[in-house]
């Protein structure tokens, strides 16, 4: 069983819609948390970066949110684009990567 | 800045065959990784180096080899490659070593199918 599970598998939303994807994960112990944004065909590209002490981090459009006691973070995407149409990653310790979940934002 | 490069795009093996994906950061960064994306799961990583002259493995190590000669260059080499190994590889680097808050930039990927 993967130790970092996201959800949705995948998603599709109109364009202007706020989403918030999922990531559970059983690493431990915890280091950081990642997220990435991986356009089809292209390599991850980093959003944001959590450790223990953050609960929340922003980087434009996108807040991640964590919670280290119950072993589970966030990504809200405010006023989604199409361009944001692509797979989020949510990575704990490094390496440990969920499988992704596919974002379709549809005008 | 290039950032991280990768070659070749796209690469067709027959079984029993080898190869060696390239990999160049001109970031000057101290941590490097390959990983492997197969459909439906997540990332592995490969192997990784913390500086030149200094490799380790990761999570799914057997097949491949690494070397780090230098800080720029770090090579994956497939001695004898099999059909389990079709995969998208991609290379990672970073300033700071694994478990940093450092960003990690990724290379565009290489995709491999060995027939």
């Known amino acids: 069983k993967n130790q970092v599970e996201q959800s949705p598998q995948s998603l599709i939303i109109l364009e202007g819609k706020n989403c918030t994807l999922q990531?559970?994960?059983?690493?431990?112990?915890?280091?950081?948390l990642r997220w990435y944004k991986q356009d089809t065909g292209r390599g991850p590209v980093s959003l944001t970066i959590m450790t223990f002490s953050e609960n929340t981090k922003s980087n434009g459009r996108y807040t991640a949110t964590l919670d280290a006691d119950t072993k589970q973070s966030s990504l809200h995407i405010t006023a989604s684009q199409l361009s944001d149409s692509a797979s989020y990653i949510c990575v704990v310790n490094d390496m440990r990567f969920g499988a992704g979940t596919r974002l379709t934002v549809k005008p | 800045n290039a950032g991280v490069t990768q070659t070749p795009k796209f690469q067709v093996l027959k079984t029993g065959q080898s190869m060696t994906l390239q990999c160049a950061q001109d970031?000057?960064?101290?941590?490097m990784s390959w990983y492997r994306q197969d459909p439906g799961m997540g990332l592995r990583l490969i192997h990784y180096?913390?500086?030149?002259?200094?490799?380790d493995q990761g999570e799914v190590p057997n097949g491949y080899n690494v070397s780090r000669s230098t800080t720029e260059d770090f090579p994956l080499r497939l001695l004898s490659a099999a059909p389990s190994q079709t995969s998208v590889y991609f290379c990672?680097?970073?300033?700071?070593?694994?478990?940093?808050?450092?960003?990690?930039?990724f290379g565009p990927g290489t995709r491999l199918t060995v027939l």
């Open positions: 990672a680097s970073s300033r700071g070593v694994l478990l940093s808050t450092d960003t990690q930039y």
């Open positions: 970031m000057n960064h101290e941590y």
């Open positions: 990531c559970n994960y059983t690493v431990s112990p915890f280091s950081n």
């Open positions: 180096s913390v500086g030149a002259g200094i490799t």
